[in-house]
């Protein structure tokens, strides 16, 4: 080999690491995209042709996403070092038959002053290790605004139903006791209902279970406008409560599928704005509709609402379980995908068959992968038992759920003491739902920016690298410490807001000091058990819906008991001792956060192991049954 193609053969093999070190650095893909690679053969592999001039293999497996091709999967760094040491030795062979030269392997230099070559080194490791999510930026915004919009129909639903009881009372010929079992179903099979639907989601994908939720609430509100007794009242507000409610636990899930933990926090605020913001538009609404159209135009309202909604549910949302299409890089099986993404899909498959690629049964394969790690059953809402009994879930679970009853008891109690007080009609309550709205609506993107700021922060000082692209390996990362640290002080305030609550009422203090008092309850309490909430599904990565319908069960459960006493309590203890039992109750057990600081991580550790061990045996008993099938 003379002179000339040593130095071209040099520069090939040079020219992609440097290239891709580049790009790492400045964040842009085209200058590997316009370099030559080598294949795990040895042969010479072009950006265009994308096969090895020698062995023909691929140079990794391309799948297409919403309409976008993305790099999934590619061949492990190769170590030029191990391939020859001796300078005119005879070319290695690899276990295809490819020689490889060492004589073409570039020199031994000294590091550069800017990037040394161990960095060199581990951004060439890290841009072949795939990311965490394929969706583009904008993609993962309107997919996080789409769940949004979701997460705000069950709290309308529950919300926008409050002005109407007197009416619905008056015109079924019932008790307001009797009406006011309607509410307390409602919250039942709210907390009921996202354990079948995390479940479902967690298994076959978000999408058709979001679609099945929506088509339920549908059907329930049309009834729910026709019907003329109470016993069909009472049922159809079970069905609308279950196709509603299972909308939170999914949209938790969805933003685990798509942001990492060290970006979570602000997706997952975004995410809960919707079903924050409900609670002061839907009063004013069911109030604004009741006095002018009726009882029966709220439900008529929510039919035509969902209606709007589930057309580009239906045409645009993706799917993205991380069970069905990984990181997004695969495409979903026909009955997950939106119709743009199916349309998308059949052009690129007619394009890959007149090409004559393998792209198409690489898909498939891909796809076949995932379906045999999944297996269609119906879903069990026992599952989320399970984590309930996890000691550090168990222990989380059950302070955020007292935390979520101290705010529900507040809402629910306003209405009545309202009009006691201040003889409100029903317009007038829903108005006075608007501070206490705005409060909640701050704190879902105040403390969701908060989270990600505090996660940095603590890295930082743990020494721990984030990879936002990637994921964050967990095992050796704070996390208890990251979220307790952004919302213990703001509960404390919390709590000492509710304190007062209880005692400004009881003065019958002017409507300015319960209205401001409002703000910060919402703003803190709301911001708390956000972030616990997120902590939970930070804490069960790979089933988050699940994880998420086990919060709803136990918080929806002591929140319905709740708010089912409050009024009994206040009759019997007064406004002000009402309220400071209920303070009391919180402060007293906020010890089980310090707890879970100190031994959470410990648990979370042998938990991890537990489930690792688990898995091997698991699908041993998953091919087993495959094989008795078969014989």
């Known amino acids: 080999m003379d002179s000339r193609e040593e130095e071209d053969a040099d520069n090939v093999l040079a020219l992609p690491s440097m290239s891709r070190a580049i790009g790492r650095v400045l964040g842009e893909k085209t200058f590997a995209s316009q370099s030559h690679d080598l294949c795990k053969h040895g042969g010479r592999v072009s950006a265009t042709s994308e096969s090895c001039s020698g062995c023909r293999s691929n140079k990794a497996d391309r799948y297409l996403t919403n309409g976008e091709e993305s790099v999934v999967a590619q061949d492990k760094p ?49 841009s072949s290790e795939p990311a965490y999510s394929v969706f583009t ?3 993962r915004q309107f997919i996080v605004f789409m769940v949004a919009c979701a997460g705000f129909f069950s709290p309308l639903s529950a919300n926008i139903y409050f002005p109407a009881l007197n009416s619905l009372s008056a015109d079924l010929k019932v008790s307001n006791k009797l009406i006011n079992l309607s509410l307390t179903s409602y919250m039942i099979f709210q907390g009921l209902a996202p354990t079948i639907f995390g479940d479902l989601a967690d298994m076959t994908g978000r999408r058709p279970t979001y679609i099945l939720g929506f088509v339920i609430y549908i059907g329930a509100n049309v009834g729910l406008a026709l019907q003329n007794n109470y016993a069909a009242l009472l049922i ?55 006095q002018f159209l009726g009882w029966r135009w709220l439900f008529w309202f929510l039919t035509m609402l969902a209606v709007v909604y589930l057309i580009p549910l239906a045409i645009l949302f993706p799917e993205t379980g991380r069970n069905v299409v990984g990181n997004g890089s695969i495409p979903p099986p026909a009955w997950n995908m939106s119709m ?61 759920s007292l935390v979520y009853t101290a705010f529900y008891d507040v809402t629910a109690s306003l209405p009545s003491q309202f009009q006691e007080i201040y003889g ?23 403390f969701g920016r908060l989270m990600d700021i505090n996660y940095r922060r603590v890295a930082k000082q743990a020494g721990f690298k984030i990879d936002i692209r990637r994921g964050d390996d967990m095992r050796h990362f704070p996390l208890e410490k990251a979220r307790i640290q952004v919302f213990i002080v703001p509960l404390y305030i919390g709590i000492a807001v509710i304190l007062c609550w209880g005692w400004v009422l009881e003065r019958n203090a002017p409507l300015a000091a319960p209205l401001v008092l409002s703000f910060f309850i919402g703003l803190c309490l709301t911001g708390s058990f956000n972030v616990m909430s997120t902590m939970l599904v930070d804490l069960y990565p790979l089933s988050p819906a699940t994880a998420t319908a086990a919060n709803n069960l136990v918080r929806c459960l002591m929140g319905a008991a709740g708010t089912a006493v409050i009024i009994q309590m206040i009759q019997g203890m007064g406004r002000g001792w009402c309220f400071t039992f209920i303070a009391a ?30 898995m091997p045996e698991l699908e041993m008993g998953v091919r087993e049954q495959e094989e008795t099938k078969k014989h």
């Open 236 to 290: 159809l507000r079970c069905l609308q409560s279950a196709g509603s409610s299972g909308t939170v636990a999914l949209g938790n899930g969805v933003v685990a599928d798509i942001a990492s933990s060290g970006e979570r926090g602000r997706f997952m605020g975004i995410a809960q704005f919707g079903p924050m913001a409900a609670p002061a538009i839907a009063p004013v609404i069911g109030g604004i509709i009741t």
């Open 424 to 446: 409100f009609n029903e317009l007038q309550i829903g108005l006075s739902f608007i501070p206490f709205g705005v409060g909640c609506s701050i704190a879902s993107v105040l």
């Open 340 to 400: 743009l993404n199916y349309l998308k899909t059949r052009r690129n498959e007619y394009r890959d068959s007149s090409s004559r690629t393998a792209s198409c049964q690489e898909r498939k394969a891909a796809q076949a992968e995932l379906a045999s790690k999944r297996k269609l059953r119906w879903p069990n809402p026992l599952k989320t038992v399970d984590i309930i009994l996890e000691k550090d879930v168990g222990m989380l679970l059950l302070y955020n």
């Open 137 to 139: 930026s904008r993609q």
């Open 78 to 126: 190769r170590k030029l070092e191990e391939q020859g040491t001796n300078e005119k030795g005879p070319p290695h062979q690899n276990p295809q038959g490819h020689g490889i030269n060492s004589e073409a392997l570039p020199p031994q230099v000294d590091s550069p002053t800017e990037c040394g070559p161990e960095d060199l080194e581990a951004l060439h490791r890290a």
């Open 585 to 614: 109750v919180t402060f007293f057990t906020s010890p089980l956060l310090w707890v879970e600081l100190k031994w959470g991580p410990k648990w979370r550790e042998e938990r991890r192991v537990r489930i690792e061990n688990e």
